[in-house]
């Protein structure tokens, strides 16, 4: 505690007169910012929560906290479902919700500039007005932000169509651990002068630089979707219909798959009378996750396999409910291979806790097996820290490691995090 006490003495003074305009130490606002929606992460407790208002006072907050050896721990809305806005004891949490603001739409170049705690949903709202669109479209749309979307690499339901958030990322402006601002990337269509550190800055996780402003893409708004449902007699039937569907050239904006225990999981929470309704079905499957909340507690997995995998994959689920003995449904972007398989535990008995936690890693285990990664779209985090090794290959985790240290020499941005 006494050292806690100390290191919030010196952090104050190190920030001067802006520390009153940005600082929150009072322990219960503080303790709502410690952890995102992730299940099985540790989350520590910070010592108070930083709110800048612009990229000079991220600057300035992470100079303070270079200087000092502060952990820092970057956040957006905290939806994030692998741990990776979780705070850490001793450190601060770096909250960018003040920073909301769209600063430009340009419909010529078909471009937006826009700040780190715009709401996603929000963007989509204002391009739309437009005539525009901004593709990616996490299921957490109307409340995860742009900064946190791009840190994780956020996908979504039409990212079989048009390509997750870093298709869309033109231009970051970023500050590094010692406050130093980073700007990449360029407003031109074309662009290659040099290393690509917007790609590598995209997925980083709050681990190579605070994100404070984001140039994205635009495309022109298509015309109004039509919307198929289909049902089939079983999992593995349905996958083979999605690999059928991509095999006939067809381009749809989203392919979503929701299994019995999803679906029925749905229509109890919401009654929806799904079986009639095609036009409600994107909004089913935003309501996944809730639903499922009501079955029990729950651990998402996130994996990514080729598409002609998803069969197996469901197939090695199912085989793993079985052998635990839990209820493990399946959702997900099917088109894009990409599946969340909720994994239904009693967090108060240790052996459903021992056997979700079985379930969990022989999915995940499944999915490399099968040539996929350990995440599509949700991030390493801390869920997947220690499965990182098992899919990168040693030369490419060491270079990873020494890239991190040139980012961030003194470790202090989301350690834990990632690897
Ligand atoms: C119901 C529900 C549905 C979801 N559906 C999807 C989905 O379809 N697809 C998908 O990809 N995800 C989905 N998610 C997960 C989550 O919404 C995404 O990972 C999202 O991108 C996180 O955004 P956030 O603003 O909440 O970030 P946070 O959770 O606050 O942070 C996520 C990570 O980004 C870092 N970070 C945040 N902002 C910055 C910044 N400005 N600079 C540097 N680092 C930063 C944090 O340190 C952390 O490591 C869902 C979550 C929920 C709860």
Redesign the pocket.
């Known amino acids: 505690m006494t050292a806690a006490v100390d290191r919030r003495t010196d952090l104050m003074r190190a920030l001067g007169g802006l520390a009153g305009d940005i600082v929150i130490d009072d322990p219960g606002i503080v303790a709502a910012y410690r952890r995102?929606?992730s299940r099985f992460t540790e989350a520590g407790m910070p010592f108070a929560v930083l709110t800048p208002r612009s990229t000079d006072e991220v600057a300035a907050c992470l100079r303070a906290c270079h200087e000092l050896r502060v952990p820092v721990?970057?956040?957006?809305?905290?939806?994030?479902?692998s741990g990776?806005?979780n705070a850490v004891s001793d450190g601060v949490v770096l909250s960018?919700h003040r920073m909301n603001a769209i600063l430009a739409i340009d419909p010529v170049e078909r471009l937006a500039v826009a700040q780190?705690g715009v709401v996603t949903g929000e963007l989509r709202a204002a391009v739309a007005a437009q005539g525009l669109l901004y593709p990616p479209d996490?299921?957490?749309v109307a409340f995860?932000?742009l900064?946190?979307?791009v840190?994780?690499g956020?996908?979504?339901?039409c990212c079989v169509k048009y390509g997750v958030t870093g298709d869309f990322v033109e231009a970051l402006e970023v500050v590094l651990a010692d406050g130093r601002v980073l700007r990449t990337g360029t407003r031109t269509v074309k662009g290659v002068a040099g290393y690509d550190l917007t790609g590598l800055l995209v997925g980083s996780?709050?681990t190579l630089?605070?994100?404070?402003e984001i140039t994205v893409r635009l495309v022109p708004a298509p015309g109004p979707a039509a919307t198929l449902v289909a049902s089939f007699a079983d999992l593995a039937a349905a996958g083979s219909a999605v690999a059928a569907i991509t095999a006939a050239g067809v381009s749809c904006s989203a392919v979503e798959i929701l299994d019995r225990t999803t679906l029925r999981a749905v229509d109890a929470h919401a009654k929806m009378g799904l079986g009639e309704a095609a036009a409600m079905l994107l909004e089913a499957r935003r309501l996944a996750?809730?639903a499922l909340e009501r079955l029990g507690d729950w651990l998402l997995d996130d994996v990514c396999v080729p598409r002609a995998e998803v069969v197996a994959l469901i197939e090695a689920v199912e085989r793993v409910a079985a052998e635990t003995g839990l209820t493990i449904g399946v959702f997900g972007h099917a088109g894009d291979g990409n599946l969340h398989p909720p994994i239904i535990f009693d967090r108060g008995d240790a052996d459903s806790v021992a056997a979700a936690t079985a379930a969990f890693d022989a999915v995940t285990a499944a999915a490399l097996a099968l040539g996929g990664t350990i995440t599509g779209?949700?991030?390493v985090?801390r869920l997947k820290a220690t499965w990182l090794t098992r899919e990168l290959d040693p030369v490419n985790a060491s270079i990873q490691r020494e890239l991190r240290r040139t980012f961030d020499p003194r470790a202090i941005l989301?350690p834990g995090?990632v690897l």
């Open positions: 995102d929606e721990v970057t956040r957006g809305a905290g939806s994030g479902l990776g806005a960018l780190p996490p299921g957490s995860c932000t900064g946190g979307n840190a994780t956020a996908g979504g339901m996780e709050g630089g605070v994100i404070t996750l809730p779209e949700h991030g985090g989301n995090v």
